[in-house]
């Protein structure tokens, strides 16, 4: 790139560099939830998750006890707090 300030490139890579490490990218995770078996149920999946991750998406399935997670957690932190709040997190 001519006319940039010299090295200002690679300040700006070690700036997105930086960001990359410290914010993981959302990622779906799917889970089955066998013991999820009424709207309560999702409401405190979704509450528990969310407490571990205010910016998680959740989208549950009753029929199916599925629950797909948008979130930048790692599976097995969704997994916990999915557990911890009293369900049986399986992976899906
Ligand atoms: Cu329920």
Redesign the pocket.
Known sequence: MRGQRPGSGARIAEAAYIALIHRKEAALTRFTVPD???????K?ITAAVRRLDPAATVAADLPTHKVEITSGKPAADLAAAIDDAGFTAQAA
């Open positions: 999820m078996t009424c709207d309560g149920c999702i405190a």
